[in-house]
């Protein structure tokens, strides 16, 4: 990209970074530095603030790169991802939203926690919470990488690695000193941006096909080089079994995953009520809806108007459809349009990273402090503050968040954001269901059942083709490959049902109806809810 390209951006970038860390600033001074603050905002965001956030925390990089990119390269079956993650607020909304804000006060494990005995499950569960956490991570730390070398010309992979540690370090600042309100008022800011964004873009594609979306489509799939495959079902998931068998993966992962994710069920804790919580989400299913028919626009303009070979040669995995897709839209390369065009994408997905990264940490350091330290700690030695412990926690997920984002660098962010749904929908949501929904369920069904999805996961995407065996793998050298899926989670999901189910059927504790019943009464009428 140009000089002039360059500079706007960045200057662009520093506004945004400038403008968190006063937010951040601001915050730190008005707080008193309890848990409920650091953890839930002191639970004082309306229903429409909240929902801001929540759709600010969902619509990732992953939504604004990544799922543009693969509709770029495959057409129809890249949009399959929005379909996934759009249709996932359904299960949210229906079954977890309003019972999880009733039962718990700040993360998974104290839903699951309220039945059951309480040092295992919140192992279990704080373990799980912090790896689907550090996984969606990567994701945003690639899609930085993958942008910031876009900006300084695609050949350094120098400035990839310091955006990396760059936004890392940013992200350690926002939750260490701003805790929850600092991230829900930068997550709002930014779900602003990008929705104005996103929309400019998507205005001026459709002005430049006159509003006919047949020609856009038809364009499309000339400039893609598959002809009509591009605009039918199989030209990424239709090629062989195990393709068709990773579609069906990735659709359960997408549509189950959500409701498990650690960032997100956290945000129900920020309200008041469960009514509040059930009208975030209301308004988050709204602007996700919006955003995500129109990453469909985008993606089909880019493979439209820069050529899916020319957004394959800037980035193998897509990545950089859509500021490509900028420059073409403002006049093209050298032009005055192009280059503001350019430089405003740019900045509105640094500013999506920096804030989704935030409310990720923020939910990984908060399972750390709040699960794993009060459930390991010692009696009898000196005992450091929740919030001191999720301060540090925040320091040392970053650092491993940046350790594997340098690794990872050349993968897709959305298919990254795809394996993070599938270890939730794995580990998380069989716990959370059968502790909402099971009458009979035990502590040993809850540890066996995150256990149980958690484990084979990993397991399954260690022995599978993204990390080796393949010309795209993390490691091409190698091949240690036997699990012929790329997703996990046609697998792993059913496992952590089924291990829940036979770790409570086996378990010589009885079940505590008396919990049970307690814990429905609370979960459906919000009666001694927090």
Known sequence: MSGNHQTLALLLFSAFIAVTLAITTWVSRNRHGSAEEFYAGGRLFSPMENGFAIAGDYMSAASFLGISGLIALFGYDGMLYSVGFLVAWLVVLLLVAELVRNCGRFTLADVV???????????????????????????????????????????????RSWT?????????????????????????VKAVLLMMGATVLTVLVLVHFHGNVNALLTSAAERSGHGLKFL??????????????????LGLALVLGTAGLPHILS??????????????????????????????????????????????????????AVPLLAVVLGGGEGSAGGTILFAVVAAVAFATILAVVAGITLASSASVAHDLYASLRRPGRKQHSE????????????????????????????????????????????????SLFWRNFTTRGAVWSVYGGLIPALLLVLLSPVVSGSPTSLFPGVDFQFFPLENPGLVSVPLGFLAGWIGTVTSPEPPDAAKHAETEVRALTGAGAV
């Open 387 to 434: 919030v001191t412990v999720a301060r540090v926690a925040a320091a040392g997920i970053g650092v491993a968040a940046i350790a594997l984002g340098l690794v990872a660098q050349d993968l897709n962010v959305a298919f990254l954001v795809a394996l993070a749904f599938a270890v939730a929908a794995s580990a998380n949501l069989p716990v959370l269901l059968y």
């Open 267 to 320: 945000r129900f804790y920020t309200v008041p009520t469960a009514r509040a919580a059930r009208r975030s989400v209301v308004w988050s299913i709204g602007l996700i809806g919006s955003f995500y028919l129109m990453t469909i626009v985008l993606g089909f303009g880019a493979a439209a108007l820069v050529g899916s070979a020319d957004v394959r040669a800037s980035n193998p995995a897509g990545n950089t």
């Open 113 to 159: 926690a309220a039945r059951m005995t309480e040092r295992p499950v919140r192992i279990a569960a704080g373990i799980s919470s912090v790896t689907v956490s550090v996984l969606y991570l990567v994701a945003q730390m690639v899609g930085a990488g993958s942008l910031v070398a876009l900006l300084l010309g695609g050949t350094s992979n120098a400035a």
């Open 232 to 249: 039918s079902p199989g030209l990424k998931y239709g090629g062989s079994w195990t393709a068709r068998f990773d579609f069906i993966s």
């Open 164 to 188: 990396v540690i760059g936004v890392g370090a940013l992200m350690v600042i926002y939750v260490s000193f701003g805790g929850m309100r600092a991230t829900t008022w930068i997550q709002i």
